[in-house]
């Protein structure tokens, strides 16, 4: 079988170049990667926050963070506020890190469930150190050098410009050797013994020939579903939102380190806060509320003055059956579609890219690895479905006929038995490296007012004084951590100010 040398990447904005940067540095000058975009369609702009993962990606391409942060014009995020999903009024804050230190064995929770049952321990957010500077909307970067001190363990995010991030991206890449090719994308051809991709031919009669295709069209899939005709799971039976309306608006203070959403009565509503803007948008679900009717209640929510006209999005939550068919690859929105509830849109591209490099086929596809990667893939997004469906599913909310349908819906098998396992004894399992950790789950659940019956009996092996004692040094440890933090915006004002002006209102 011929060596794989020519990677032909379809489509360009975050996932596209995330995927050309990612190669020309992995991958070296062996392989010859080829970009083709048009600057006459647009973008979705797969979500402006993400998760902490994101470090890694940067780091592998030994990105400067601050110049990055400035070129984007990002903030830091530390969690994800959540109102009114459990019940109206609620808020919580799912953090990123740890809460407090185990003992032994024992997660750190279940000293606190114990505790918290007899009225001798505060809210769980205040012995997460994200959590605490979140709500105090102050910022530290972590300081590994003081360990064991809660800022050694400080987790961070972004939020920032999908559309300046690939700019940024696409810089990157073509400096390394990445080549851009204007021009839209007129049919796709396929060889004949085997149905693999072999060429793309342009609107201009150019044809772009190629070993592997990365399919970055959006949720067309032009080449992983027109094409290739791979099939869709539809998961909208368990996730019915199928509309979003986005718009930005001007930032007001304090700038925040956390992403928001809240719950409304058909869906909910982001805000994500940039240093020159602030984006926001409103899932809904179109069965339960019109478009007009959605979008008066995203205008109604904002706040801060409109600077662009709202963009309506359609999509059908799922994925691909097989997101690595034949030699094409599918990444970001081509690949499939989970709501941005907990910024995952961005990690799912740098995911599939560091999948594809680890399984980076050699002398032709062989099918063991397109299998693995399938698989993988598979469990990825399913473990990530499940993580999402928790927040409608575990709700006491009944004010409308969308959240009574959540709130009774049947769930996934798997949802399922994690939901019964903490509701017994307050245990969560991480299986397979899934995306998210134990302390993620602990955290929405209990945000959630799901609370076990009971805790893991080796807690009443200490003496209740003893768990007090500790329990309030975790806390007060963390305050005066906080407390000498600076602000979020002082922060970014001394490390990674971006150059980019405040946009200006509508008129």
């Given at each position: 079988m011929p060596e794989i040398k020519n990677i032909v990447i379809a489509g360009g904005g975050t996932a596209g170049w995330m995927a050309a940067a990612a190669f020309s540095k992995v991958l070296g000058e062996r392989w010859n990667v080829v970009l083709v975009e048009s600057e006459e369609i647009d973008t979705v702009g797969v979500g402006e926050a993400t998760i902490p993962v994101i470090n890694v990606y940067n780091q592998a391409l030994e990105i400067d963070e601050n110049e990055f942060m400035r070129e984007t014009s990002a903030s830091f995020k530390l969690g994800i506020e959540f109102v009114n999903w459990g019940r109206q009024g609620d808020s919580y804050v799912h953090g990123f890190g740890p809460l407090g230190p185990d003992i032994g064995i024992t997660r750190f929770h279940h000293y606190w469930l114990k505790m918290r049952a007899r009225g001798k321990a505060s809210s769980l957010e205040d012995y997460s150190v994200n959590i605490a500077a979140?709500?105090?909307?102050?910022?530290?970067?972590?300081?590994?050098?003081?360990?064991?001190?809660p800022m050694a363990?400080?987790?961070?995010?972004?939020?920032f410009d999908a559309g300046l991030y690939a700019a940024y991206l696409r810089r990157y890449a073509e400096k390394r050797g990445v080549r851009r090719i204007e021009g839209k994308i007129r049919s796709v051809s396929t060889r004949v013994q085997d149905g693999f991709i072999d060429a793309l031919t342009l609107e201009d009669g150019q044809r772009i020939e190629g070993d592997l295709f990365i399919d970055c069209t959006g949720f067309r899939g032009l080449l992983i579903e027109q094409t290739l005709k791979t099939g869709y799971e539809d998961w909208s039976h368990w996730l019915p939102c199928d509309r979003a309306w986005a718009v930005p608006c001007t930032?007001?203070?304090?700038?925040?380190?956390?992403?928001?959403?809240?719950?409304?009565?058909?869906?909910?509503?982001?805000?994500?806060?940039?240093?020159?803007?602030?984006?926001?948008?409103?899932?809904?679900?179109?069965?339960?509320?019109?478009?007009?009717?959605a979008l008066d209640v995203l205008m109604g929510k904002l706040d801060g003055e409109v600077l662009a006209?709202?963009?309506?999005?359609?999509?059908?939550?799922?994925?691909r059956k097989k997101i690595w068919n034949k030699n094409c690859i599918a990444v970001g929105l081509s690949s499939g579609f989970l709501e941005p509830l907990e910024s995952t849109s961005i990690h799912l591209i740098q995911s599939t890219i560091s999948r594809l490099t680890d399984l980076f086929p050699s002398q032709g596809i062989d099918e063991a690895d397109v299998a693995e990667f399938n698989r993988q893939a598979d469990f990825e997004f399913e473990r990530i479905r499940d993580f999402i469906i928790l927040h409608y599913k575990a709700t006491e909310r009944d004010d409308t006929a969308f959240w009574r349908y959540c709130r009774d819906m049947s769930i996934p098998d798997t949802l399922a038995r994690k939901i019964d396992l903490f509701k017994s004894n307050g245990r969560v399992f991480r299986e397979n490296a899934e995306l998210f950790s134990e302390i993620s789950w602990v955290e929405v659940l209990l945000g959630q007012h799901i609370t076990p019956r009971h805790y893991h009996p080796l807690v009443d092996a200490l003496p209740e004084q003893k768990i007090i004692d500790f329990l309030d040094n975790v806390r007060s440890t963390i305050r005066r951590c906080v407390e000498v933090m600076p602000t979020h915006a002082q922060y970014i004002a001394s490390e990674c100010a971006t150059h980019i002006p405040p946009m200006k209102p509508r008129r």
């Open positions: 979140a709500r105090a909307n102050k910022f530290l970067r972590a300081r590994k050098d003081l360990s064991p001190s363990e400080i987790a961070h995010a972004y939020h930032s007001v203070e304090p700038l925040t380190p956390y992403t928001r959403s809240t719950a409304h009565g058909a869906g909910w509503q982001w805000r994500i806060p940039l240093q020159h803007r602030t984006g926001n948008g409103h899932v809904f679900c179109s069965s339960h509320i019109s478009e007009q009717a006209d709202p963009r309506l999005l359609k999509f059908v939550t799922g994925k």
